[in-house]
């Protein structure tokens, strides 16, 4: 019998529950041998993070890898359908005042052709259309407020997120767990007590209770009780290349005259961006920025002017944000999932994704061999490169903005504080040369791919200025945008608006 003790109840910790015990319980349930016990210790003294209302695709995967249906959650959670972040004024340059990243779908093989190609030309000083707007699906589906579930008859797969209430989502994961044969215990946990080998033996609750197990998941959120606190992990902060480290949010009931959105939107004000993430009924916002720039009190008032609330009595709720990773994400016998691992700021949204990821691959090596140094060595690096790599997408954002209104701005993007993977792929861009063999060279298009990299840099527009280019006009008879936005058009016909699929 192998004992699992997960710390800590919030989505992270539901969700490391749920994987784990539809891994472990289900499967070895008839053979005594190999029998896992899993317990979940959650405490009503110390509140979760209470944020995080957008996905990536793979939360789908979750909710499928637990046979829990749309039908079932969505309401309950007030969801709404993703298609992709619309990033509006990160650009000043005329025409890219904003840009979509789109999620991908089957159809996008059809299109993503042209938009490689118009943007590889366009950089060789051909005037070509390189604007990734025009060359995606769901980036017309979001545009048009459209739901990204086609009919029958068109049976192309579309990669969706979500947009959710966190809390209604942790709750429903808790009772899956508890369906599954997850212990749930209720402590709050003060002490913790460590082996001479300097493993994790036993968590000490300040009613009396104690918790022994062989392994221990860390899911205490920011304040990283056992890995970081316990075990002194070091943590390496990001402050060098992501500034902004503070968040104030709140939202405001649904205005059930304007459609129904299915997209998140982040707009960039003053010293830093805002969210906002449209639930059945309420908009959620956020305004994610930099106390090295604002404080609490100004960045509420740009908040609430920018909503035309300033009046209202809505509360606003500020968070503070610790962005980094640790050193090692699994050390001795405790691996740390979720924010107290780490946490890159929520501008693409990948935490949840990150947190899923994190949990499969440490069931993985368990599976494998339990805790052999190889495994775990290979754990973490894998860890450590995914991070990175999401970070340094998260970096160029910053990096290649073109705004000059304030300090914030200017800084961001005269930082040199770039790892030399980002620097590699700003140069490969900037001269020319083919970005998609960059990445497979680096080996990170498995983190963002070739397509979430050339939305990026040519939603921008970082391309050579109008007066320097040459007519295309043979090239651009290779890809028509005019046939590509017809296709597009014709494929989105199949979709419902997000009101109706939701039949609200
Ligand atoms: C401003 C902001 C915006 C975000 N937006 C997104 C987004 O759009 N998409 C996304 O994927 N992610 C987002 N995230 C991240 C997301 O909120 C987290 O990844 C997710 O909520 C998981 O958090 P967690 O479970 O690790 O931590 P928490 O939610 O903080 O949970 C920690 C848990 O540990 C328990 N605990 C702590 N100490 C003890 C103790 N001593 N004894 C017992 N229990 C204890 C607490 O009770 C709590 O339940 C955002 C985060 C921030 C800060």
């Not at 030309?121 to 990734?132: E, M, Y």
């Not at 493993?199 to 970081?228: E, H, K, P, R």
């Not at 800084?411 to 030399?420: G, I, K, P, R």
Request: proline share 4%; aromatic share 12%; net charge neutral.
């Amino acid at each position: 019998m192998k004992k699992i003790c997960i710390l800590g109840g919030g989505t992270a910790g539901w969700m490391t529950a749920c994987l784990m015990a539809k891994h472990w319980l289900n499967r070895h349930a008839d053979s005594p041998t190999e029998k896992v016990q899993i317990t979940l210790i959650e405490s009503d003294k110390v509140p979760s993070v209470g944020v995080g209302e957008g996905s990536t695709p793979q939360l789908k995967k979750l909710f499928d890898t637990l046979d829990i249906s749309e039908q079932e959650w969505m309401p309950v959670c007030h969801a709404t359908y993703k298609n992709g972040i619309r990033f509006v004024d990160w650009s000043t340059r005329a025409g890219f005042k904003q840009y979509f990243h789109p999620f991908p779908t089957q159809v996008d093989d059809h299109t993503v052709p042209g938009f490689f190609h118009n943007s590889f030309l366009i950089r060789k000083g051909i005037d070509l259309n390189a604007h990734p707007d025009h060359f995606f699906l769901t980036t017309h589906l979001a545009k048009q407020n459209k739901a990204p579930i086609s009919a029958a008859n068109f049976p192309f797969e579309v990669n969706y997120g979500y947009h959710f209430d966190a809390a209604k989502v942790a709750r429903i994961l808790k009772s899956k767990a508890q369906q599954l044969g997850v212990t749930v215990a209720s402590a709050t946990i003060e002490h913790v007590e460590q082996d001479i080998a300097g493993n994790i033996n036993q968590l000490f609750a300040q009613d009396g209770q104690t918790f022994s197990a062989d392994y221990f998941v860390d899911c205490s959120g920011f304040q990283s009780l056992l890995l970081q606190q316990s075990l002194a992990v070091p943590f390496q902060l990001f402050a060098n290349n992501l500034f902004n480290d503070k968040a104030v949010v709140l939202s405001v009931p649904r205005n059930k005259q304007q459609p129904l959105m299915s997209q998140t939107i982040s707009t960039a004000l003053k010293h830093g961006w805002m969210w906002q993430i449209p639930l059945q009924h309420r908009t959620g916002f956020g305004y994610v920025y930099s106390s090295g720039y604002t404080n609490a009190e100004q960045a509420e008032r740009e908040l609430r002017i920018r909503l035309n609330i300033e009046a209202s009595d809505i509360s606003a709720r500020h968070i503070n944000m610790r962005v980094g990773q640790v050193d090692k994400h699994w050390y001795k016998n405790c691996v740390a999932i979720g924010l107290s691992q780490g946490f890159i700021e929520p501008l693409e949204a990948t935490a949840l994704h990150i947190v899923q990821e994190g949990i499969e691959g440490f069931i993985d090596a368990l599976s494998k061999g339990g805790f052999s140094n190889q495994l775990q060595a290979e754990y973490n690096q894998q860890m450590t490169a995914r991070f990175n790599a999401i970070r340094d997408y998260i970096v160029a954002h910053y990096k290649l903005n073109t705004r000059s209104d304030t300090l914030y701005w200017r800084d961001n993007a005269a930082n040199q504080n770039l790892s030399d993977s980002l620097q590699h792929i700003l140069k490969t861009w900037f001269s020319g040369q083919n970005l998609s063999d960059e990445l497979t060279r680096q080996q990170i298009d498995k983190y963002y791919p070739s397509v979430s990299w050339h939305c990026l840099l040519a939603g921008y527009g970082h391309f050579p200025e109008k007066s320097q280019l040459i007519e295309g006009n043979d090239f651009a008879k290779q890809y028509s945008i005019d046939k590509i936005q017809q296709f597009i058009h014709a494929c989105g016909l199949n979709y419902p608006s997000q009101a109706q699929t939701l039949g609200m």
